[in-house]
């Protein structure tokens, strides 16, 4: 095993040395519970050139998270690494069914046995947290149930949706083109600068946890355990304590 493949791991707490196809799904679970979803170097203006060894060196060895277009190519790094066929995508997001900023989220497709499958690691707490299959069929996860519905329109080739509110709604669409590392950073700085970008306001930190999620931000300590939600109200000294605590990151 080469030194970043074992740095992944360790990074992500998988304890196996080798990973077959029906191991991603381990693999995305243990990601999302040590690998936070987290926009703190938007907020604090330190952003990174979308390189392999820069995503290493931030998510790796210092530790931290990212948003999609940081977590998701480093997850398809490691699958490429692995030995499995992957190529990333670009999508673009819907929120209460309005669009926001076109082609600004990241995933990666993967083919098994001639079939193709979405991975994405990087939408927040939508974490399918296994390959999700382009048949139509709805998929059951601890975190809820997805499917990937064939849909051409301007905006991509199929969608991602996910059951919840009593309906499957739409997270985002997606176009199956490969796409390279210069896409990413063209969305970077689009997510950073743009006035409609949802991530360069204030603070957002996220991660799966055993048998929930935690979210913070600079206002409020959020606990989801199954259906149960828990959310307090906290002072900037409590975030950056949280920040430190929960997720291992020291905000300046």
Same mark, same amino acid.
């Given at each position: 095993?080469?030194?970043?493949?074992?740095?992944?791991?360790?990074?992500?707490?998988?304890? @196996?040395?080798?990973?077959?196809?029906?191991? !991603?799904?381990?693999?995305?679970?243990?990601?999302?519970?040590?690998?936070?979803?987290?926009?703190?170097?938007?907020?604090?203006?330190?952003?990174?050139?979308?390189? &392999?060894?820069?995503?290493?060196?931030?998510?790796?060895?210092?530790?931290?998270?990212? $948003?999609?277009?940081?977590?998701?190519?480093?997850?398809?790094?490691?699958?490429?690494?692995?030995?499995?066929? $992957?190529?990333?995508?670009?999508?673009?997001?819907?929120? *209460?069914?309005?669009?926001?900023?076109?082609?600004?989220?990241?995933?990666?497709?993967?083919?098994?046995?001639?079939?193709?499958?979405?991975?994405?690691?990087?939408?927040?707490?939508?974490?399918?947290?296994?390959?999700?299959?382009?048949?139509?069929?709805? $998929?059951?996860?601890?975190?809820?149930?997805?499917?990937?519905? @064939?849909?051409?329109?301007?905006?991509?080739?199929?969608?991602?949706?996910?059951?919840?509110?009593?309906?499957?709604?739409?997270?985002?669409?997606?176009?199956?083109?490969?796409? *390279?590392?210069?896409?990413?950073?063209?969305?970077?700085? !689009?997510?950073?600068?743009?006035?409609?970008?949802?991530?360069?306001?204030?603070?957002?930190?996220? @991660?799966?946890?055993?048998?929930?999620?935690?979210?913070?931000?600079?206002?409020?300590?959020? $606990?989801?355990?199954?259906?149960?939600?828990?959310?307090?109200?906290?002072?900037?000294?409590?975030?950056?304590?949280?920040?430190?605590?929960? &997720?291992?990151?020291?905000?300046?």
């Amino acid at each position: 095993m080469n030194t970043f493949l074992n740095d992944f791991f360790n990074r992500i707490q998988y304890e @196996k040395k080798d990973v077959t196809f029906e191991d !991603i799904r381990t693999l995305q679970s243990q990601f999302a519970k040590h690998v936070p979803f987290e926009n703190i170097s938007i907020i604090q203006n330190e952003n990174i050139d979308i390189t &392999f060894e820069n995503l290493k060196r931030k998510i790796i060895d210092n530790r931290r998270g990212g $948003v999609c277009y940081e977590l998701n190519p480093l997850f398809y790094y490691a699958l490429k690494e692995l030995g499995f066929q $992957v190529h990333m995508i670009c999508g673009t997001v819907f929120n *209460d069914g309005e669009i926001r900023l076109i082609g600004t989220h990241f995933a990666t497709i993967l083919q098994h046995n001639s079939q193709p499958y979405l991975i994405d690691v990087g939408f927040g707490s939508h974490h399918a947290l296994q390959p999700l299959p382009f048949t139509g069929e709805l $998929v059951s996860s601890s975190t809820g149930e997805y499917r990937i519905q @064939k849909k051409k329109t301007d905006l991509g080739e199929y969608a991602f949706e996910k059951y919840q509110n009593g309906t499957l709604e739409i997270g985002y669409d997606f176009f199956t083109s490969p796409i *390279d590392e210069t896409v990413l950073q063209n969305a970077q700085q !689009i997510i950073t600068h743009h006035e409609q970008s949802p991530f360069n306001k204030s603070p957002l930190l996220a @991660k799966r946890t055993d048998d929930g999620y935690v979210t913070l931000t600079d206002k409020t300590y959020t $606990v989801t355990i199954g259906n149960h939600k828990s959310k307090q109200t906290i002072d900037i000294q409590t975030f950056q304590a949280l920040a430190l605590s929960e &997720f291992g990151i020291t905000i300046k």
